[in-house]
């Protein structure tokens, strides 16, 4: 049950680190179900659809997650820069847009062989992700969340470049005075958000699915943000966070089989605690936007 | 085209509309206040859910309205005790609201025997009463803003909180206001959903329609008439879309379409976001 919730957890926490990176440069990005389709859709695209050994396959579908992504991401930081689009409109529309390329591709080009289901062809077993754990679905790509969130908590806060990032959502105006081109580190923090994003879309589909379909993330981008606002805005707190999530939608869908409530009852409970943690001052005070983020 | 046709076109316009004009009309509003409404999907989706409900249980469509007007604006109620009160960051409050009411509303659905809800009753000729109730909420919106002083000091909290507070306007209260007036007309765009448009409720059913919402009264650049006209304009296109789709001259997939108006407001956004028309203090608490 508890390698279940790390598993249920695991897309959760590369969707908190979208979030982060891009709260941190003063950018907010509610986009990260997009980016997560469509780094899903590439990995789908390239897994089904390309032939190769088992490793250089999964390497190749990952890759192209986390490009992905990234470029997705890449529309919405353009709509912000030059358009002068708010950010949350740009990211939130592009979610849609996202979910709509995703369905129009497995009822289509990308459909399984056979045409009987909207749904991809399943990743060939060589080129899905191991199994840490044998009898569980524990699988690598959890760890490769915990060390990308490790890796945003050191590159914050012990490198010049997280520092400048750190710097440009904090005081754009006095970074922009200390020489720090504050929107180029914006532009980076935005593709690294969305490249975050488009892994997990690439890790769920190797890791977990290994199909992609219609309803392939239900809201994991928006309860991204959540885990990340109940773990005080930082990448390890966000990891235990995600931990706590994936516990809840295990425990909500026994609830469900168990006692017929709906898994919905999730929902629920995650979102009341992004409130709880609005609700106690230090977190409220944390979690407030920074100036001039639009 | 017939003028028949061009008729029909025009009617399920405005009827599209509905749920968009009512969505953006209260949106406007609180904008003008300075309150950015992330939760309004949110409060779209309680407003369809209690629609439905009560507009089964009771048989009145009528009793629907009402239930989704409370339940939208007790939602926004939620979502302005953190931003307002709280001073809480309103696009996570606003997410947060969005997947509390997801999840409720889901839960309700699962706990209640399915069935439809009565449609509301055509008044003046193909129209029902929301769709007039839409089309004059833009005249008060107009007309509050920008003809009475309760609308002048509202706008001057949406552009300068501290200024406003100078002067002793009560923002909080400003602000609380115009987030449950925003939330009451939520709430009934998702009755008009479930009481007009369709007779049941489904899951996650406002699929966006709120954002939407949200993307419109920036190309409408923050004025009600603007702002409707923007809306009648994406309601007749999804109109013209329908009928196309109905007569089958369309060789695009269906799923194709559904991220139409999505793809459409991004577009909208893009050629005209006016951000320098924005509110001044729009989403500072």
């Keep these: ?294 | 085209m017939s003028a028949a046709l061009v008729a029909a076109v025009l009617v399920s316009g405005i009827t599209a509309a509905t749920p968009l004009l009512l969505a953006a009309v209260g949106e406007t509003v609180r904008e003008k206040a300075g309150i950015l409404d992330i939760g309004i999907e949110g409060e779209m989706l309680a407003g369809a859910f209690a629609a439905w409900a009560a507009g089964q249980s009771s048989g009145s469509p009528l009793a629907g309205a009402g239930a989704a007007a409370a339940a939208g604006a007790a939602v926004a109620a939620l979502f302005g005790a953190f931003v307002v009160f709280r001073r809480a960051d309103p696009i996570v409050a606003g997410t947060a609201v969005n997947l509390v009411v997801l999840g409720a509303t889901g839960v309700l659905l699962r706990a209640r025997s399915a069935g439809t809800a009565p449609l509301l009753p055509r008044v003046a000729g193909p129209l029902t009463v929301l769709d007039l109730a839409a089309l004059a909420s833009v005249a008060a919106a107009f007309l509050f803003l920008f003809r009475t002083t309760w609308g002048l000091r509202l706008r001057a909290t949406g552009e300068s909180l501290a200024d406003a507070a100078a002067l002793k306007i009560p923002t909080r209260t400003y602000r609380f206001s115009a987030t449950i007036a925003g939330g009451a007309l939520a709430g009934l765009a998702g009755a008009a959903l479930t009481l007009e448009l369709s007779d049941t409720f489904l899951e996650g059913m406002t699929a966006g329609r709120g954002f939407v919402a949200l993307a419109l009264v920036a190309f409408g650049r923050w004025k009600p008439v603007p702002v409707a006209a923007a809306c009648l304009g994406f309601g007749l296109l999804q109109a013209m879309q329908y009928q196309l789709q109905a007569r089958g001259t369309l060789g695009i997939p269906p799923q194709a379409l559904l991220m139409l108006p999505y793809v459409l407001s991004l577009a909208a956004l893009a050629v005209r976001a006016g951000k320098s028309r924005a509110p001044a203090d729009l989403g500072k608490s």
């Design chain 1, 1 to 294: 049950m508890i390698a279940e919730a790390l598993v249920k957890g695991s897309p959760l926490l590369f969707c908190a680190i979208s979030f982060l990176v891009a709260w941190k440069a003063g950018i907010v990005n509610v986009g990260a179900e997009g980016q997560f389709l469509a780094g899903a859709l590439a990995a789908a695209a390239v897994a089904t659809r390309r032939t190769g050994s088992g490793p250089a396959l999964a390497a190749a579908a990952i890759a192209a997650g986390i490009v992905a992504g990234a470029a997705w991401a890449g529309i919405a930081a353009w709509l912000v820069r030059r358009r002068g689009v708010l950010d949350v409109l740009a990211t939130i529309l592009l979610n849609f847009v996202a979910a709509g390329l995703v369905s129009v591709a497995v009822h289509g080009f990308l459909q399984e062989r056979t045409r009987t289901f909207p749904q991809t062809d399943a990743v060939p077993e060589a080129a899905r992700l191991p199994v840490l754990l044998p009898g569980t679905r524990l699988h690598a790509g959890i760890a490769i969340a915990v060390v990308l969130a490790a890796a945003l908590a050191f590159f914050l806060r012990r490198t010049k470049n997280g520092f400048r990032l750190l710097a440009a959502g904090a005081g754009p105006r006095a970074a922009e005075f200390a020489g720090i081109d504050v929107p180029a580190v914006r532009t980076f923090a935005f593709l690294a958000a969305g490249a975050a994003a488009g892994l997990g879309g690439a890790v769920e589909l190797l890791g977990v699915t290994g199909r992609l379909f219609d309803s392939f993330s239900p809201g994991y981008g928006y309860l991204g943000l959540a885990v990340a606002v109940v773990g005080q805005l930082s990448p390890l707190g966000a990891a235990a966070a995600a931990a706590v999530f994936g516990f809840v939608n295990v425990f909500c869908s026994l609830l469900q089989r168990r006692a017929g409530i709906s898994a919905a009852s999730a929902l629920v409970i995650e979102g009341g605690l992004v409130l709880a943690a609005l609700a106690i001052p230090g977190i409220r005070r944390r979690a407030r936007r920074t100036e001039a983020s639009a």
